[in-house]
């Protein structure tokens, strides 16, 4: 049923009703003091008065919790915690405010951060003029640099073919420029870096990727997308591990700032310096968060891929950052014409997009990787690279037997209703990214003229999921999405509408609408399933691990449209203190 269009009215007085719901399962369900261990040891640190929504099987409601050693040795009602106080115990009265398990990333690019705070960044602009600022103030503030990168153009600015060389010209012409949309598919190069690479109006496409050209002069725009990209690679040297180690640095910051306490990082390379970037910062104990990754899997390179894979694999059994999955792109991007669907495109009537991978090399390396349990995880945005890529998962499945493999498709722009189906029936995790289900700039200027009205109107299901039984969770694609507050997605997964509005009909698919319930739960027990971790962390349970956050609002009791205002005034990991507002007492 959908929701009223009230969202300020009635999901308000709904969400107060199931707050007061909430909190009548304290006394139904909560240990008493006669029920606690008489002399328990003393706790190192104690939330009292607060309201703690755990997300356990119950979506318990607690007042106080205690943690020992890292991990949480008591929940439940304020008169019971106070046999945990002892005379070094920590003891934080919240005056009622919202604790909640640490929120999970499910989808996101950690080592992506060097080039979000460190080199040219678009992301905060939003005019060819302002871009074209933007590069002149780095490229006068880098005397010397034999490059320039960047990323964060939106492909709303500039037509189909993409932003042109000359616009970087006019103010870089002697060094080569790269840099990269928004959603990372597509580079942006200057003329000297078409000229250094030896592109031109007669270099064709490489498979999977497209060289975009003037239509007029056929001369190549300067824009490459998806593989075309990595004709120029070679002008523009890999990040060194000190660059990175300083970006993941910068990004552990930011994340425990919003309650990230982890972080699934979505496509690292086999032996690349950003694994080794990981394993700097863990040998000297300075992973503030726990990470888990994904390691690209090539459609060249073939089967012998995954015995390189488990070998690395096999290197990372630390307790911050493991690898458990291999990472496969099945198409590309609606931005870019290169998401692969069912139905021809509409602007592009002979197209359908790209398919990168051959079905039948694409259930080969899925059945090999499952053979060897590792975990799957696939880019697929149209609804054509989804039904190919449950193919070759239920063609694994068939191969090798039905296993707890919890394979994870992520983005799922277009999906077909008998699909979502599929996912609950193969065991298939749904990894979304909520922060984009809005009527925006690209619903306007691309979507609903690349997909038809119909198809742009029917992107991003999340509630089709819940009802079906899938297991969803919820990610930023950081640093797609900058910044990466789980509360604005969790905002915009119950309005699908853009933050600034409350018209009903800038609502996107108002059916697919999620409810605060299930937001949470994207962001904190389903995360940790996704990434085998359930059973230490994801909800606020005794014997789980103290990752922990406090807000200082209770999202039950607030409009959905404020829900984006609110902040992290304390984030713990594993019981440490890893952020702490300054406006939050000691």
């Not at 010209?169 to 942006?188: A, Q, R, Y």
Request: aromatic content about 8%; overall charge neutral.
């Amino acid at each position: 049923m959908e929701r009223p269009p009230d969202q300020e009215g009635g999901l308000l007085n709904s969400a107060k009703l199931l707050a007061l719901s909430l909190l009548c399962t304290i006394c139904a369900s909560l240990p008493s003091v006669s029920q606690q261990k008489a002399n328990p040891d003393p706790a190192d640190l104690i939330l009292r008065n607060a309201f703690i929504y755990t997300v356990d099987q119950k979506r318990t409601v607690a007042e106080a919790l205690a943690v020992r050693s890292g991990r949480i040795v008591f929940v439940g009602r304020n008169d019971g915690v106070s046999r945990f106080i002892g005379k070094e115990t920590k003891v934080l009265d919240l005056g009622g405010r919202m604790v909640l398990p640490g929120f999970i990333d499910s989808h996101c690019h950690p080592t992506g951060a060097y080039r979000h705070f460190y080199e040219i960044s678009l992301n905060s602009v939003r005019t060819v003029p302002e871009y074209q600022k933007a590069i002149r103030e780095y490229y006068g503030s880098h005397a010397g640099a034999k490059y320039l990168k960047g990323r964060g153009w939106s492909n709303t600015l500039f037509p189909k073919t993409g932003p042109d060389k000359k616009l970087i010209d006019e103010i870089v012409s002697e060094i080569p420029v790269s840099l990269s949309s928004e959603d990372g598919h597509s580079k942006w190069v200057n003329s000297k870096a078409l000229e250094l690479a030896g592109i031109t109006k007669n270099t064709p496409n490489p498979e999977g990727g497209v060289i975009e050209h003037n239509p007029i002069t056929g001369e190549p725009t300067g824009t490459l997308r998806e593989s075309a990209a990595s004709l120029v690679a070679k002008l523009f040297p890999d990040y060194g591990v000190d660059e990175l180690v300083k970006g993941l640095e910068a990004y552990q910051k930011m994340a425990l700032a919003f309650g990230i306490t982890m972080a699934h990082d979505a496509d690292i390379d086999l032996g690349s310096n950003e694994i080794a970037a990981y394993k700097t910062l863990e040998k000297a104990n300075l992973l503030a968060m726990r990470f888990r990754a994904s390691l690209y899997v090539s459609p060249k390179e073939g089967l012998k891929q995954v015995a390189a894979i488990l070998a690395e694999q096999a290197k990372h059994k630390g307790p911050s950052f493991q690898i458990h999955a291999a990472k496969i792109y099945v198409d590309g991007v609606v931005e870019g014409s290169t998401a692969y669907l069912k139905e021809p495109y509409k602007h592009l009537p002979n197209s359908r997009g790209e398919l990168l991978w051959k079905p039948e090399d694409l259930n080969a390396m899925c059945a090999e990787l499952d053979k060897n349990r590792l975990q799957i995880h696939v880019h697929s945005i149209g609804d054509g690279g989804t039904s190919v890529t449950l193919d070759a998962f239920a063609h694994a499945a068939k191969l090798n037997g039905k296993r707890d493999s919890r394979n994870l498709i992520t983005h799922l722009q277009l999906v077909a209703p008998e699909d979502i189906l599929r996912f609950k029936k193969l065991g298939v995790i749904a990894v979304t990214q909520p922060f984009w289900f809005m009527k925006d700039d690209y619903y306007y200027n691309i979507q609903v003229p690349y997909l038809g009205q119909k198809r742009a109107d029917d992107e991003y299901p999340m509630e089709s999921y819940f009802k079906a039984g899938v297991t969803v969770t919820s990610s930023s694609d950081y640093s797609v999405t900058i910044p990466c507050n789980p509360l604005v997605a969790i905002q915009t997964g119950m309005t699908r509408s853009r933050p600034e509005t409350t018209n009903p009909k800038e609502v996107l698919w108002p059916d697919e609408r999620a409810t605060l319930e299930q937001m949470i739960a994207s962001f904190t027990i389903n995360g940790a399933y996704a990434n085998f971790l359930e059973k230490s962390t994801g909800s606020l349970e005794v014997g789980k691990m103290a990752d922990i956050i406090v807000l200082n609002k209770n999202l039950f009791n607030v409009a959905v449209t404020d829900i984006r205002n609110f902040k992290v005034l304390m984030t713990l990991f594993e019981g440490k203190e890893a952020f702490k507002d300054k406006s939050l007492n000691p």
